[in-house]
């Protein structure tokens, strides 16, 4: 099965960012606004027990953390991908981090970039067009994430919540 752990932020900032994934994401309907804590890998059905009895104890070392999202940018040159920069909070990257030693696929393929996807697989002329207008706009959101999820893909692409975890911080 392929999972993956994210933090979804409040209500809120998720209608500001369908309110942009509806036209410019083609995997709005797959999965709702979402940081991505630990990007999709592989487990064994037979294991999945034993990864959520994982995440349980990574969930009791970390406390609940503060989510900024401060400015739109871009994967560009990379990809035509507009985000959400949210601040690179010491919880957040403590928290990636554990998720990424020895648990799971510790692999990464690009340095972390902590955000909350808008706008993806753009012409060059649209990424342009649309990050100028984003980047006028702007956005400045904070809030206090306390809980991750681990989400399990579906057949059709889509992903749905399997388990959620409370950041307790009690195991520190």
């Not at 592989?42 to 027990?49: K, L, Q, S, Y």
């Not at 401060?70 to 035509?80: A, E, G, I, K, Y």
């Amino acid at each position: 099965m392929k999972f993956g752990v994210v933090a979804f932020p409040a209500k809120k900032l998720q209608d500001v960012a369908n309110s942009y994934r509806k036209r410019y994401d083609p995997h709005y309907e797959l999965i709702t606004p979402h940081m991505t804590l630990k990007d999709a890998f592989e487990v064994d059905e037979n294991e999945t027990e034993k990864l959520v009895q994982g995440l349980e104890e990574i969930a009791k070392r970390h406390k609940p953390f503060k989510l900024h999202a401060t400015r739109v940018s871009t994967f560009s040159p990379l990809t035509n991908t507009l985000y959400f920069k949210v601040d690179p909070d010491p919880g957040i990257l403590s928290l990636h981090k554990d998720l990424h030693t020895d648990f799971y696929d510790s692999q990464t393929k690009y340095s972390y970039v902590p955000h909350i996807t808008i706008a993806q697989k753009m012409s060059d002329s649209e990424h342009a067009d649309i990050f100028g207008q984003l980047k006028m706009v702007g956005i400045d959101h904070e809030e206090i994430i306390d809980r991750i999820h681990l989400l399990y893909q579906l057949e059709d692409g889509s992903w749905t919540v399997h388990d959620t975890f409370r950041l307790t911080g009690d195991d520190q």
